[in-house]
């Protein structure tokens, strides 16, 4: 004879151990999902700046770098604006821009089919009553094999709302955190004097720490030669100054950009917001 106090503690414990299994799983998969958001504000992290350059960091105040190219010939100087590349770092505009970017580039194309939608007749499978079967009115419903999938996924946007405002601030604060870790080179121009890529991979050796960089021209068509020297390196990546974003500044730690496309910036970025 059993228990039934036993018993009563045996679902107890079934119950508790469930729940708490369920509660690790749902912990694990909230931190899953946070793991690249944190990757990419770890990048923005300011106590990984020189002692003297965080002190002065955010002052809104201009920035003279050396314009050089790649065989290292100093062209001179340029002031870069205060307000863009001098502004504070501050990682919560960072998650929510990277947020905003990563959820409205997801096409949002999964698909199940409902009940009218999945093949299979319409005929009622048995009669209502006297076999002793349940009552089916269809053979496409989810219970059978081949049947319609409830609730499930269907096209649409996972875009969210950001105002523009913050979206502008985050790149601003992508820019000027480059330009404080020293990671930000200005060329007077990218494109090289060989296509080939082994003549890149020693250029790029040559900069130091720099594990992934990102060229950035000011023209509507990046050049071929650069995209010839680069498509066969993973850590290379090139953009055009029109498709500057926040998400491509975070994935490489170095960005060249030439005079033309840091202009190209300021004045995309000081243009006032249309309402």
């Known amino acids: 004879m059993f228990s ?15 729940a708490a299994s369920a509660r690790k799983s749902w912990q694990f998969t909230w931190t899953m999902a946070q793991l690249p958001l944190q990757m ?40 870069l604006s205060g307000d863009i590349f001098d502004v504070p770092i501050r990682k919560d505009i960072i998650h929510r ?20 939608e999945v093949s299979g007749t319409g005929k009622k499978p048995h009669p209502q009553k006297g076999s002793g079967r349940a009552r089916h009115g269809t053979l496409r419903g989810p219970q059978f094999r081949h049947g319609a999938t409830m609730h ?5 946007s996972h875009a969210i709302g950001l105002q523009k405002k913050v979206r502008r601030l985050g790149l601003k604060i992508a820019l000027s955190a480059r330009a404080a870790e020293n990671k930000l080179l200005l060329f007077d121009s990218v494109q090289p004097l060989s296509h080939k890529t082994r ?8 900069i130091g720490t ?3 960089i990102l060229f950035v021209d000011g023209t509507e068509k990046v050049n071929k030669p650069l995209q010839l020297a680069t498509q066969n ?26 005079v033309d496309a840091v202009r190209y910036v300021e004045g995309r970025l000081h243009t006032p917001i249309s309402r």
């Not at 990419?40 to 770098?65: C, F, N, V, Y």
């Not at 990546?237 to 730690?253: E, F, I, M, R």
Request: aromatic letters at 4%; charged letters at 20%.
């Open 199 to 206: 003549e890149m991979v020693k250029f790029i050796s040559g």
């Open 233 to 258: 390196l993973h850590y290379a990546n090139v953009l055009p100054a029109k498709g500057l974003n926040v998400y491509s500044v975070l994935l490489h730690d170095t960005l060249v950009m030439t």
């Open 152 to 156: 499930g996924p269907k096209p649409r």
């Open 4 to 18: 039934s106090n036993r018993v009563l503690g045996g679902c107890q414990q079934l119950q508790l151990s469930s």
């Open 40 to 79: 990419h504000a770890r990048s923005l992290d300011t106590s990984t700046l020189a002692p003297t350059i965080a002190a002065t960091q955010g002052k809104l105040k201009e920035i003279m770098l050396k314009v050089t190219n790649f065989q290292n010939e100093e062209k001179g100087e340029v002031a």
């Open 210 to 212: 720099c594990k992934k």
């Open 97 to 116: 821009v990277v947020r905003w970017q990563l959820a409205k580039r997801r096409q949002g194309r999964h698909s199940t089919k409902t009940v009218s």
